[in-house]
């Protein structure tokens, strides 16, 4: 157990519609990222959050977005759902407050299926 | 050219055997390396994590990093079934994403 929780585990939904994923980080990291691996992919980065705010961004479409609560969990929404959307969505965090550690801590993912 | 290269396999390798796993990279910025393992459909896990040269072990895993040559390597000795997976390189500058590697599929045989 990583102690980085993500739910729901599986989602199943229609194209069009909207879905919001959940990650709670390891107790302390600051920093949370998000990462989508379609199958026989590679893992994507998304984006990046650190103590609440964006720091950097990867190849997220227009139509997802996220975001970080001051309780340091995040929430990543996709919106206007494509079939090729269906993949797995990895939170991971790292960061101790003591900012000297680095390595990430990856979750269970969410498996996302659009029909 | 991919920052990081890795071979994909598969590997298939009698159990007990030593398994040698390799990366290379070109970015020379890069300080920290991680080896994950992932099952199907699962999240990577961390095996090792290293920040500058040299070797660290940890139980059956060793892992090693050049960075004269830029080149990272996971040993498992004793490789058992439960170790088939795929085994996947990373590695960052610091407070960043990961740069992954494109994983390699190990399968032990028993």
């Known amino acids: 157990d990583s102690g980085v929780t993500q739910t729901p585990k599986h989602l199943i939904t229609a194209t069009g519609q909207r879905v919001t994923l959940r990650c709670s980080p390891r107790?302390?990291?600051?920093?949370v990222y998000w990462y989508q691996q379609s199958l026989d992919q590679g893992l994507q980065f998304l984006i990046q959050?650190?103590?609440?705010?964006?720091?950097a961004k990867g190849n997220i479409l227009e139509r997802f977005s996220a975001q970080q609560f001051p309780d340091l969990h995040s929430e990543l929404n996709l919106s206007s759902l494509e079939l090729g959307d269906s993949a797995l969505y990895f939170c991971?965090?790292?960061?101790?407050?003591?900012?000297?550690?680095?390595?990430?801590?990856f979750g269970p993912g969410t498996r996302l299926t659009v029909t | 050219q991919k920052e990081v290269e890795q071979d994909p396999g598969p590997l298939s390798v009698p159990e007990g055997a030593i398994v040698s796993l390799n990366c290379t990279y070109s970015?020379?910025?890069?300080?920290?390396f991680m080896w994950y393992r992932q099952y199907s459909r699962k999240g990577p896990e961390l095996l090792m994590y290293?920040?500058?040269?040299g070797n660290k072990e940890d139980g059956r895993f060793t892992a090693q990093v050049d960075k004269s040559s830029k080149y990272i390597s996971l040993f498992i000795r004793d490789s058992q079934p439960s170790d088939s997976a795929t085994y996947l390189c990373?590695?960052?500058?610091?407070?960043?994403?990961?740069?992954f590697g494109t994983g390699t599929r190990l399968t032990i045989i028993p």
């Open positions: 991971a965090s790292s960061v101790d407050p003591g900012g000297n550690t680095y390595e990430q801590y």
């Open positions: 107790s302390g990291d600051l920093s």
């Open positions: 959050y650190y103590n609440g705010e964006e720091r």
């Open positions: 970015n020379s910025a890069f300080q920290y």
């Open positions: 290293t920040y500058s040269s």
């Open positions: 990373a590695m960052n500058r610091g407070n960043e994403k990961l740069t």
